[in-house]
């Protein structure tokens, strides 16, 4: 039990199944606050089966998750959210009806613990806009924008309720090369601006070696390793894993 | 300078309309106002159907039974106690209560279903409820409950607007309520919505007792009216269908759509019933599908944004 | 006891026709994905032509149910026409069910209205037949054995041939199966002409017992509903035995408790088979 102050998650041996396949075994992490941890792995390695943990989409069939000290394995997702994890989709689910500035706002009101009116969730919702770049689409409908927009408005509702920690699920996936680029800065600014921790899954390689401090890698539902970008690039048990998918390190 | 001229000659209408519904049963006959009462009834029991199918996005089919557990709490607490019309407006309370009591406890049984499966287990449940009024004799079974034969037209016309009036001020409401907002965004991805920090279930249950209450009323108020209610009367699901027909015309999600389509409705059906019943029926079927097929957000929403006016 | 027996055999004789009914729709929505909510009027509707059939030809219903499944599969090809626009709606399961139901509502008042809520039957004369000291009547015994046969029928069919398997695949991905080849528009009208013909069949079976009016399509359409529910939609044998158990539950409630408690153990079963299924869903 350790009562380390610098790290805001922490998972002990988590796991579940479905049906009989394995789809997380036995996965041991720890989050440092402040740092941006991410988390690859081949496809089906089990990645977003863990992000769904986290966030309370799925129960574990075992293991425990610490938040802050407090156990949130098996908590409903609304709840997980008020307790200050909030997360993005890998498959942008946004509230396509309605603007990019309420989309915002639903963040904004819901998932914080205390009670916030229209006029203080529009105020916070602007400012979420401001800083992903989306002032000027305040008021445009979301199905109207464009992926990397969406991207951002979701982006936006997840740090809307000042969350602590945020879950970002391959906000890559989709992006052309300078959208990519703009996401990167995006998460780099949610670091060191707002001091909300990134935990990021995500697929495009050379984002993540720039970017991230701390690397854990799943394969098959297990960690088969974790560290720094530099060693993570020479760790053979990750090449291996990727064997077939050319990736200049 | 265009659109604020609309707003201010739709608020003078609706003011007229009020002042005309207050002042009707005192100056015209028992028939008129009858009929004005069937449609105002008509029109709160279709604005809480769409309380949960047009703002909250869960279709219900067995919205009739909120009415008929109304109109059988009210009657069997008068037939049981033996009370007289001075009970009128308790008993009616009672009913109200009764329903949004059962729909409350379903809900924590039903929302543990979605889109058609939920709407297929409100169909049972009703029926369900109906299978067991009409065979057991202490609610009266086949035969029915008799309530003391007092004419209460008045009165019932009186219940029927207050609660048009309530609902209509409800709905408005909550259009721009932070309740609201919080239904939106579950009729529009539950899932995301439940990750953004909403509680859906604990939304979507008000939402649903909320919706029980109206019919409720509505039903312990129409029992007294007949002075008589019957399993068949109370949980018939032709009630749903016009509830349905009703709000999917006037325009699934406003305020004022239900409202609107049941006076179109209620008018057609006086038409209709001596002679034809069924074709009432049939209308509100063709209804239905014309309106999904064409006009998916209503006619008198499109009605509505040809005159350029906002849509309430 | 002897009355408990005979309650029993005429359930088991009963749900043979339950199943092709609840066959019909498993088929509609396991290839489709429609809910189809008029499949009792289906049935409803060929319980009427086999009766009109027979009253103005005297053909029996066992002859006449070859022209009633092809008007009813007709008709289901009315119904594909209604829902087609939405086939690609993600809400197209609750979408198909409201249109449906509006249909069904049309349907069964169209009925009321021009023939009457009258009841109707096909009178037929048959011998009846002694087994163990019981006396059973073949009219009763007739149906159900032509409905397991049909039944059986459609199984082999389905399993064995290239229809049956290329409607097998649309019912698991539809998208993967026009990539293989596969008409999803025919695959479509297939499945509905054949659930919606069979509805037909079983109504028209349905004429030579039971009595035939309008409204029997509102509870026929629970009926099935329940039974595919309660199998789960898709399972073929879970159809077959769910029909019988539904019929048996139905019969000895009705034995038990009065006529009129009958649709209760439908409703009460339908509910239980949702929150079951339901609560298996959501664990996350």
Redesign the interface.
Known sequence: MSLNENIILEGQKVGKNFGGLAAVKEVDFSIPRGKIVALIGPNGAGKTTLFNII?????PDYGSIKFGGQDIGGK???II??MGI??T?QIV??????TSL?NA???A????QSWV??KEASAKAKECLDFVGLADHANTVTGNLTLADRKKVELA??LA?DPKLVLLDELIAGLNPTEVRGAVELIRKVKNELKITPFWVEHVMDAVINLADHIIVLNYGEKIAEGSPQGIVSDQKVIDAYLGEEYNF | MEMKNVVSIRNAVALLILIVLVVLPFVMSGYVVSLVASILAAGVLAGSWNLMAGFTGYVSFGHQAFFGLGAYGTAILVTSLNLGEGSLFYSILFGGIVSAAVAFAFGYLAFILRGPYFSILTLGFSEFLYVIMVNTPWFGGAEGLNLPPVYVLPKYYMVCLVLFVASFIFFYWMRQSKFGFALSTIRQDEDAAESSGVATLRYKIVALTVSAIFPGLIGGAYVWYITYIDAVAAFNPHVAVQMIAITMFGGLGTVVGPMIGAFFFVILSELLWSSMPELYLVVLGITIIFVIEFFPRGIVVRAMEALKTEVV | MENLLQVLIYSIFLGGIYCIAAVGLNLIFGVMKVINFSHGELVMLGAYFAFWIWKFTGITPYVSMVAVFIILALIGFLIYRIVKKFEDNPDFELLSLVLTFGFAIVVTNLVRYFWTSRFRGVFLIMKSFEVYEMTISTARFLPFACGLLITIALFIYLKKSYVGMALRAVSQDAEAAQLMGVSKTNAFLISLGLGCGLAGVAGALFSTIYAVYPEMGFSFTLLAFCIVVLAGLGNFKGVLIASFVLAIAEGMTGFALGSGWKPFATYFIIIIALLVRGWYWRQR
């Open positions: 966030a309370g989409v799925y129960r409903p997702p609304h959210c008020k909030s997360r989709f689910r946004s509230f396509l009806q309605m309420e706002m639903v963040g009101m819901f998932a914080s009116g229209f509702k997840a309720g």
